[in-house]
């Protein structure tokens, strides 16, 4: 086996190991998680979200997977399973705002017109910025198909949407986001 | 600039065509080259999102969540249920060998964390083997000396077979440690001697109940 | 209802020569509990509803019997204070549950179709039949079981355990002796020892969980063709051979490898530190098992 992979192997056992120590309430071990996790965990909610609930919404991630720890079955990596807790938070946010469905336009160019809503003065935006602002269906589908991997029907179970919609709200945003590709 | 394809070209990228549509498709890239372009501009597009680094918060958020998890307060095993498929993880196996049947239970307390500071680092493998096995060593050496005291009550030629099981036990965990502390972080390794132990145990257990019970 | 058989009504039908010769109507449904410290137990069944007891017992010997509620309780005592040794030999109704408890005591059980529960020290237990719950302890002797179904709990301690023709859910274990089930139909199956082999031929049911752990002996198993199996095997010294292709679409970690057989729905898990594992056919473990039934004989002749 080479060192990669045996690496990866012997990195995927302690967090496992972790996993079940902070299961039975071992807060260091949950520590050593937070750590290793946090990140992934803060770029995927202030993606789907924007940066300003990023950080809130981040703890109550953690928090809610303290809670549940205990039915996490070590069936796949912690990190996956951390990761679909983590969407479901995003999303349940989402109902709590009384966003309706019909957030999903199919206009032309959602970034048309609009300028970087924060932080960049000039007119141009990096491929992050340009993300954050597009309208919030095209986003989430965008960073839940294309940057976490998740496939349409997934999505549209997960968004309450037909795969159809997904695969359109996806489209849209590539195109939107093309002219920001080298910045 | 916009035809009848466009709209259809992310799922080309994507590999969801159906045969007759892709290629149908590919027979007008081959004829078209904004097509052709917005194929290439949508495949950046996916290769700099998968490219996306995470980065990490501005504001150390571990303290909120230490207060709400309650963090640095002791735990009651017995009010958190937990179970896990085999291939079982260390301190479940521990957890589950000192619960069952009531003997040497023993909280496992969560070390104090300091709020603000340098996280605790993850303790090195040989140490964390050391901390379960000591807690479980303990077990045993209770039990033992219950089955100590209670063996009179049981006739010579049983507890010699008693004894004869806990020799090959015995020996079974000498061998699963050693080969432990040559490969400390091996799951597979760890659980044996947790399986091993946990045998010893119940063996310890059962034989107290049949001195016990030979009154 | 507390009705007690006089000991007396059994003192008289005992002949000089310390048997006891009696049958004892019981209620439909009725239970029986036998405790003998020492010599055998040994039941068959008949369709009436009656319990037939034969027991030898010596003259210092004595049974006494006592129907509490619904079970019948036999009791193996000595006029004297010294267990004496009593042989027993009951026929019961088919479907009567038994508890059977001794300590020198060889336990054998036969046609029996209700739940058997039989405990011993130093003897060793042998049953044929029993459904619903069935679980079996001895320390030093060998634990038979054969056309059971239901819960199964079988173990011994210094002693092998042997199980053929099995449905149901079953544990069984031992530290010096090896584990070996044949002909079973279950999803679940657990099966370990310290100082022994563990074999395995039966069905894998999709769902099912099955689990074989020796420390020092070999694990064979049988694998039908068309299981849909997750297997992960591990040894830390030992070999791992399959008769079989087994699919490289699998993890591997240093001691401990992990393989999809087709849909990976029943989980199974063959652990061996110092022992081989060995991986077959139905057809092949069945040859090899007729072939191991000749030398048998031939070591008896």
Known sequence: ?183 | MNDQWTDRLSEYVDDELANGERTALEAHLATCAACRATVEDLRKVVARARALDDSAPKANLWPGVAKRIGAGKVVDIRSRRFSFNVPQLIAASIALMLLSGGGAWLALKPPQIASDGPFTPAPSQGQLQATWTGKTDAAIADLQNVFDRNKSRLDTSTVRVVQQAFTTIDRAIAEARTALQADPSDAYLNLHLADTMRRKLELLRRVNALATAQS | MLTMLTAAVLASLAPVQGETDTTIAVPAGASLSVNNFGGAIVVHAWTQNRVKIHAEHGSRGAIEASLVGNTLILKASSRHGAPSVVDFDITVPQTMALTLSGTYTEIEVDGVRGAITAETVDGSIDVRGGSGIVTLHSVQGSVTLADATGRIEVNSINEDVELSNISGQINAETTNGSVSLWGIKSASVEATTINGDVEYEGTITDGGTYTFNSHNGDIKISVPENANVTLTVATANGDIDASFQLPFRGTREKHRYTFKLGSGSARMEAESFQGDIELRRPSEMQMHHKDKDKDKEHEEN
């Open chain 1, 1 to 183: 086996m080479n060192d990669k992979v045996l690496e990866d192997t012997l990195a995927a056992d302690s967090i496992g190991a972790d996993a079940a120590l902070a299961a039975s309430g071992d807060a260091s071990a949950f520590e050593r998680l937070y750590r290793t996790h946090v990140n992934r965990i803060h770029s995927l909610v202030r993606r789907m979200l924007d940066a300003d609930e990023a950080d809130d919404l981040t703890q109550d991630v953690f928090v809610r997977a303290w809670e549940k720890l205990s039915t996490f079955r070590g069936e796949s990596a912690f990190g996956t399973w951390l990761h679909r807790l983590a969407v479901n938070v995003v999303l349940g946010r989402r109902k709590t705002l009384g966003v309706e469905r019909g957030r999903f336009q199919t206009g032309e160019d959602p970034l048309e017109g609009v300028s970087a809503k924060r932080h960049t003065p000039e007119l141009s935006m990096d491929f992050e910025e340009a993300l954050a602002n597009l309208p919030d269906g095209a986003r989430q589908v965008f960073v839940l198909h294309d940057v976490e991997g998740y496939r349409h029907e997934e999505i549209g179970r997960m968004l309450g949407i037909v795969p159809g919609t997904s695969k359109s709200q996806l489209h849209h945003a590539r195109m939107a986001l093309r002219r920001y590709l080298d910045r």
